[in-house]
Each structure stands twice: as C-alpha cells, then as structure tokens.
C-alpha cells in the first residue's frame, strides 16, 4: 500500500519537483523539524522507529498532544490551494530520544 502511495504521489508531482529527504533524529524534548525556514508544496512524515510510536504538530506537541504516528505510520500533508506552503521549521516532533523520523517534501524555490 506504501509503494502505491508512492507512485501515485510521484505520478502527481510536476516535472520542476524539487523532492528533498531529510531525517530528524529526536532529542529529549519537543524537537524542531528543521531549524531554517523550508517551505514546501506537501510533506510526508514517517515514524521510522519498529516499536515507537512519536507525535507530530507545533511548538506545543506533546507525548499526549499532537497527530499521533505509530511505529512505521505516516502522515501526508497535501498540497494548499493557491501558493501557501507548508514551512518545516513550523513543525516539531516528540517521542522516543534517538529515534528517528523520516521527512521527504516537495522544496518551492
């Protein structure tokens, strides 16, 4: 089901995508997924850990409080109508110290 994903996601993008992949390891507390400003079309976050589960959201995120990713889950932040883009450094991750979570995104120049 993840490589139809995927391929639709890729089948999608126009031909100028500037995909980037980029892996945040988390530390003790809420951890800022990237600490420049990056702003993109749409974002998948993956939980790579096998048994963790981690949450995704603001500044605020929590243990309790944030979208919650189980180990292995994912969760796709689409395209926004007209030019509005999705800045990572806006993003922050909570969960396990040393786990890590996956980040791949279509980059606006």
Known sequence: MKKLFWLILLAALPASAA???IQVTIGAGATQVSTVTLNCRWVVFQNNTAANAMHIG???VSSTKGINLPAGASFFV???PGSTAVNLASWYVQGTAADVIDI???VIN
Request: net charge negative; proline share 17%; aromatic share 0%.
């Open 58 to 60: 603001d500044a605020t």
């Open 19 to 21: 995909v980037q992949t």
């Open 78 to 80: 689409p395209p926004m």
């Open 104 to 106: 791949s995104c279509d």
